[in-house]
């Protein structure tokens, strides 16, 4: 949805606040020896969410028509401030992340297990707001990133759908060669 600025950078100032607030509630209320698994459920939860993220975009932003609509936008528009508001992503993580994982693991490794998934959903809208807006020196890692998510918006071929992290493509099969390599290919193979 596209949003005026205030309605997009406000994520980049409430997530951290709401995200500093699980390690302090786990700090307050835990018991000793319980921080281990903790962040064992946040690492999981982390884990977990780049193969969300992977699918959220692979399925629901490219084809689900209505969030197809949507994210059509933004690929031909990538500078424009496009995001989900910040009420409907909140309330995904309160409803349909932390009241499940509360409910199967509990309050303490439920909470850690959503502290991990919204810190990666976090680092996931940093990412991709810095692919489209922030520039890196040739040789970085962040550098390659920035060209991969650019495949994915001008390559013909559907691919490259990971932001946060190319693992999923990978293992899916989703990977867009690099247009060098490929032409280096095709130029063997003929
Ligand atoms: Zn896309
Ligand atoms: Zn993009």
């Known amino acids: 949805m596209r949003e005026r600025a205030l309605g ?20 307050l209320n835990g018991q000793r020896g319980a921080l281990a698994p903790w962040a064992i459920a946040a690492v999981a939860g982390l884990a977990l969410w780049t193969l969300v993220e992977y699918f959220i975009h692979r399925v629901l932003f490219h084809k689900v028509a209505f969030f197809r609509r949507l994210h059509d936008a933004h690929h031909k528009n990538p500078k424009a401030l496009i995001d989900s508001p910040i009420w409907t992503s909140l309330t995904i993580v309160f409803a349909v992340v932390l009241a499940p994982s509360v409910w199967l693991l509990g309050a303490h490794l439920g909470a850690g297990f959503t502290f991990g998934m919204t810190l990666g959903y976090f680092i996931y809208s940093i990412t991709h707001h810095a692919m489209h807006f922030w520039s890196f020196s040739h040789d970085s890692y962040f550098y390659r990133a920035k060209h991969r998510h ?41």
Request: proline share 8%.
């Open 150 to 190: 650019a495949l994915h918006h001008y390559s013909e071929v559907d691919g490259n759908f990971g932001v946060t992290t190319p693992i999923w493509d990978y293992v899916f099969g989703t990977a867009l060669p690099e247009p060098q390599l490929a032409k280096q290919r095709q130029a063997q193979s003929g």
């Open 8 to 27: 997009y950078y406000i994520d980049f100032y409430i997530y951290p606040v709401v995200l500093a607030g699980f390690p302090i509630y786990a700090a």
